[in-house]
């Protein structure tokens, strides 16, 4: 089987061979050896996202009219969205493919908004802290936007650096809750306070954190004010297919209210085939996503969130107790499921390569070097293993046996 079509089909069985064959060179994630781009929420969860996606996996999103069941599993979950993120009355969202499809339509829906309410004209940019997530950076290039990344301070957004930074023309201001790199949640409280002196609209980047914070608040955790709660905040992006146990494909967009996400709405009757009205970037809109997001935090309820949100943070400490031990210097205070720690004497990434030695795949940080990790309620069985083989990871860096170098990239 190659690249041009078969002139003849193969049966289905054969092909599920192949294919499972050809996942040997993928990383093993089931084995928890793997902290980037996969959740591993356990059996439990898989069965349940597998099942209601599959139901709904043909049926089209686009068309609500003809799927009201998708329209009504998107409003449920939307509202969740909303009231775990303290969304007032009259709060509004969708549910998009991704973090990326979330952030490109706030910030679609925000310039929209300035040239439509607040007569901004010519050149809009967005006012972003360095650690914001790169999406800002597509969708500000999609729509020439420009985007002004200011420096960290302590690693977390410098709100006064970043008000010298804002103009007549700034569109939006970005704070993340958290940011991946570091996994810190920026001072969003401060930053709200800035942008209603300002009259500016601030998004919360939650993709990470929208759907864990809120339950690791409710376990005991003193996570500061980071959504709606915050006044000035206009509109948050929170991934269901990251921290909300989700299948792939599904994020929320949320807005204080109706009016600012009607801004959102596309609207074009300007060809033969009839008015095409949509929310998101996308046209069809798969209704497995939908449906797997509505059917897991229905099956998970705030409980099973609660629990399973509490083995990623008992995960998270673990190894926060072990890495300082064996050396390593944890950046800032995590709070939630992402962790980074650097190192003082020995190069994290050649660190890096020899954890991948021994089957693990994991993220990095380049500004300080560090080793990252994106924690699922999986690993809290497996810490002691990563701890081993940091431990024997170090020992052979600092003993001049460094392996495979990295680049840091993401993807
Ligand atoms: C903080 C943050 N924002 C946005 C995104 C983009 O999300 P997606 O990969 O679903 O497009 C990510 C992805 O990791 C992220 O960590």
């Not at 969740?80 to 952030?103: F, K, Q, R, V």
């Not at 439509?116 to 914001?132: H, M």
């Not at 940011?179 to 990470?208: N, Q, S, T």
Request: hydrophobic residues 40%.
């Amino acid at each position: 089987m190659g690249t041009t079509m078969p002139e003849k089909g193969t049966n289905w069985a054969a092909l599920k061979a192949e294919m499972t064959e050809r996942t040997q060179g993928d990383v093993k994630w089931r084995d928890g050896k793997t902290a980037v781009y996969v959740f591993n929420a356990g059996p439990d969860v898989a069965e349940v996202q597998k099942e209601a996606y599959t139901m709904f996996m043909s049926e089209n999103g686009l068309g609500p009219l003809a799927f009201p069941s998708l329209k009504q599993m998107e409003d449920e979950v939307v509202g969740m969205g909303l009231s775990l993120l303290h969304a007032p009355e009259g709060g509004a969202g969708n549910i998009t493919s991704g973090g990326t499809d979330s952030i490109t339509m706030a910030v679609k829906t925000a310039r929209d908004y300035a040239r439509k309410e607040k007569g901004v004209t010519g050149r809009c940019n967005i006012v972003a802290p360095f650690s914001a997530h790169p999406a800002f950076d597509k969708a500000a290039k999609m729509m020439e936007i420009e985007i002004r990344r200011v420096p960290c301070a302590d690693l977390v957004a410098d709100v006064a650096a970043m008000e010298k930074a804002v103009d007549g023309n700034t569109i939006m201001l970005v704070g993340s809750a958290p940011c991946f790199p570091y996994g810190l949640i920026d001072p969003i409280a401060a930053l709200g306070e800035m942008a209603e002196r300002k009259g500016l609209w601030l998004h919360v980047d939650a993709c990470v954190g929208g759907y864990i914070a809120p339950f690791v608040r409710m376990n005991g955790g003193d996570i500061p004010p980071f959504d709606f709660a915050v006044p000035a905040v206009h509109s948050m992006s929170a991934d269901l297919h990251k921290y909300g146990y989700c299948a792939k494909g599904a994020s929320t967009v949320l807005y204080r209210s109706e009016d600012l996400r009607a801004h959102m709405i596309f609207d074009c009757a300007d060809w033969p085939g009839g008015r095409m009205v949509t929310p998101t970037l996308a046209g069809t809109r798969p209704g497995g996503a939908i449906a797997a997001a509505w059917a897991v935090m229905n099956f998970l309820g705030v409980e099973g969130y609660r629990a399973k949100h509490k083995l990623v943070t008992d995960a998270r400490e673990a190894i926060e107790a072990g890495v300082t031990r064996l050396g390593f210097r944890i950046l800032g205070r995590p709070q939630l499921g992402l962790i980074a720690f650097t190192h003082d004497e020995v190069d994290p990434f050649a660190v890096w390569g020899k954890l991948f030695e021994r089957g693990w795949f994991t993220s990095l940080t380049t500004e300080p070097k560090g080793l990252h990790l994106m924690l699922s309620p999986f690993h809290a069985q497996v810490t002691d293993t990563y701890l081993a083989d940091l431990e024997w990871a170090l020992g052979e860096v600092k003993a001049g046996n460094a392996g495979k170098k990295r680049e840091a990239r993401y993807s």
